[in-house]
């Protein structure tokens, strides 16, 4: 059973940064497609960004340019890194595992951008 834990939520001023982690465990992490998505209050969730096994990566026109998503194979773990946040940004980040042709998600980090 693959489990999947973000962590790196906060609260972050206009303009500021954070980064999101996300560790897997529970299969073999190279090859998973590891991705990122939010749900704010009120709308549905959304992607924001995934990885795949080959490092291929994929963004939401809503983030691009803003944000990264890197994986570290030998750490298990998939990273966010989020520049220049804006308030829209706000929502519950949610990392999952695609593995085996099953998904796995974690429980969320909540990420609040407010001055």
């Known amino acids: 059973q693959v489990q999947v834990m973000e962590s790196g939520g906060g609260l972050v001023q206009p303009g500021g940064s954070l980064r999101l982690s996300c560790a897997a465990s529970?299969?073999?992490?190279?090859?998973?497609?590891m991705g990122w998505y939010r749900q704010a209050p009120g709308k549905q969730r959304e992607f924001v960004a995934s990885i795949a096994e080959d490092a291929d990566t994929n963004y939401s026109d809503s983030v691009k340019g803003r944000f990264t998503i890197s994986r570290v194979n030998a750490k298990n773990t998939v990273y966010l890194q989020m520049n220049t946040l804006k308030p829209e940004d706000t929502a519950v980040y949610y990392c999952n595992a695609v593995y085996l042709h099953r998904t796995y998600w974690g429980q969320g980090t909540q990420v609040t951008v407010s001055s």
């Open positions: 529970g299969g073999i992490f190279e090859l998973m497609t």
